[in-house]
């Protein structure tokens, strides 16, 4: 299955963060807010560049090591993508509020992350994508899959690629697989990429009118 769930967005969602997102995939739903450039405590005051700190909220209950490694992934990510020199000794906080999880959450919040980021304007190198490829029993490949694909999949990877060469930002695996069956997920994972930079494009383009629309 090489078709990614529908996505829908909503921008600017909340009043209170300097930019933020709700975003649907399937019935995966998350909202990322981001705030700052704004005051950073002198403990993680970085005089190069600004501090980024991601904060991931579960549905319910305490945060497990699979939910810390999460936040570490998307951080890491974040930090590739936001140009952080620009904005020394300072802090951006990104806050991430699972809402459903349906399947690919790992995915879904990092690019709600990016959403967020492109709302509140912070000036960014790139623009990061991220898929969920799966590896079923019988060797099928299945992009975003949802809960119920993922118990059957023996294999799972979330590949995330940056906006401007398609290259690879971060790889998390599960499972083991073959050398070809990952170079099928890469090029599977990496033409999905595409239609999520551009359902960015549209998104941003769709809010602009909106404000324009209002003046």
Same mark, same amino acid.
Not at 170 to 194: D, I, Y
């Given at each position: +299955?090489?078709?990614?769930?529908?996505?829908?967005?909503?921008?600017?969602?909340?009043?209170?963060?300097?930019?933020?997102?709700?975003?649907? !995939?399937? @019935?995966?739903?998350?909202?990322?807010?981001?705030?700052?450039p704004t005051e950073v405590? *002198?403990?993680?005051?970085?005089?190069?560049?600004?501090?980024?700190?991601?904060?991931?909220?579960?549905?319910?209950?305490?945060?497990?090591?699979?939910?810390?490694?999460?936040?570490?992934?998307?951080?890491?990510?974040? !930090?590739?993508?936001?140009?952080?020199?620009?904005?020394?000794?300072?802090?951006?906080? *990104?806050?991430? !509020?699972?809402?459903?999880?349906?399947?690919?959450?790992?995915?879904?919040?990092?690019?709600?992350?990016?959403?967020?980021?492109?709302?509140?304007?912070?000036? +960014?190198?790139?623009?990061?994508?991220?898929?969920?490829?799966?590896?079923?029993?019988?060797?099928?490949?299945?992009?975003?899959?949802?809960?119920?694909?993922?118990? @059957?999949?023996?294999?799972?990877?979330?590949?995330?690629?940056?906006s401007k060469k398609k290259e690879i930002?971060?790889?998390? +695996?599960?499972?083991?697989?073959?050398?070809?069956?990952?170079?099928?997920?890469?090029?599977?994972?990496?033409?999905?990429?595409?239609?999520?930079?551009?359902?960015?494009?549209?998104?941003?383009?769709?809010? +602009?009118?909106?404000?324009?629309?209002?003046?």
């Open positions: +299955m090489g078709e990614l769930r529908p996505l829908t967005c909503d921008l600017g969602c909340l009043s209170r963060p300097d930019g933020s997102a709700t975003l649907t !995939q399937g @019935d995966t739903s998350v909202t990322a807010a981001v705030y700052g405590k *002198i403990a993680k005051e970085l005089i190069d560049k600004s501090y980024v700190e991601v904060v991931y909220k579960q549905k319910s209950g305490l945060p497990s090591c699979a939910e810390k490694f999460n936040e570490r992934i998307i951080r890491n990510t974040c !930090q590739t993508a936001i140009l952080a020199s620009l904005h020394p000794r300072t802090a951006i906080n *990104i806050t991430i !509020q699972e809402l459903q999880n349906s399947g690919s959450l790992l995915s879904c919040c990092i690019n709600a992350a990016c959403l967020c980021l492109l709302d509140c304007s912070i000036s +960014m190198g790139c623009m990061v994508a991220a898929v969920c490829v799966g590896i079923d029993g019988e060797g099928g490949v299945i992009v975003d899959p949802n809960d119920k694909q993922e118990k @059957d999949c023996s294999t799972y990877v979330t590949f995330v690629f940056e930002v971060s790889v998390s +695996m599960e499972g083991s697989c073959s050398s070809e069956q990952f170079k099928t997920c890469l090029s599977v994972g990496r033409s999905a990429s595409e239609k999520i930079f551009k359902f960015y494009r549209d998104s941003i383009e769709k809010k +602009m009118s909106k404000s324009l629309a209002f003046k």
